[in-house]
C-alpha cells in the first residue's frame, strides 16, 4: 500500500499557504494531482536531469534537479535528500515504471 499525505497545522479553516485546506477539497484536488504530473514529465534539464544516477548533496538524488524539484533548503526537512521524478512519473521512454506514470 502507498499513500500521500497533505497536511498542515495551522488552526484556522483556511489552513496555512494561502488555503491548503480549501485546495484538498475533492474537486480541486484531481486538478491539482492532473497538473502536478504534467509538469514533473519534463524539466528543462532532460533529457540529462532524469537520466541522472547521482546528483545533489552527497549524490542521494536520482532525477531531481534545481531546475524542476529542489526545494529552498528551510523546506525540506531531510535536505532535499532521497528525490526522483522517474518513481513517480517513469522515463521519457516508459512512463509506466512511475508510481503514478499510468495516470
Known amino acids: 500500500m502507498a499513500g500521500i499525505l ?3 497545522a495551522s488552526p484556522d479553516s483556511e489552513g496555512s499557504l494561502g488555503g491548503l485546506v ?3 477539497e475533492p ?15 519534463w524539466c528543462s534539464s532532460d ?4 537520466n ?3 546528483q545533489g548533496a552527497f549524490s542521494l538524488n536520482y532525477a531531481a534537479c534545481h531546475s524542476c524539484a529542489l526545494l529552498p533548503e528551510t523546506s ?3 535536505a532535499n535528500s532521497f528525490l526522483d521524478r522517474v518513481a513517480v512519473v517513469g522515463t521519457i521512454e ?3 515504471l512511475g508510481f503514478l506514470g499510468g495516470l
Open 6 to 8: 497533505i497536511y498542515t
Open 22 to 24: 480549501r485546495q484538498g
Open 27 to 41: 474537486e480541486r484536488f484531481q486538478e491539482i494531482l492532473d497538473n502536478m504530473l504534467e509538469e514533473a514529465k
Open 47 to 50: 533529457p540529462l536531469c532524469i
Open 52 to 54: 541522472m544516477k547521482s
Open 76 to 78: 525540506c526537512e531531510i
Open 94 to 96: 516508459d512512463r509506466n
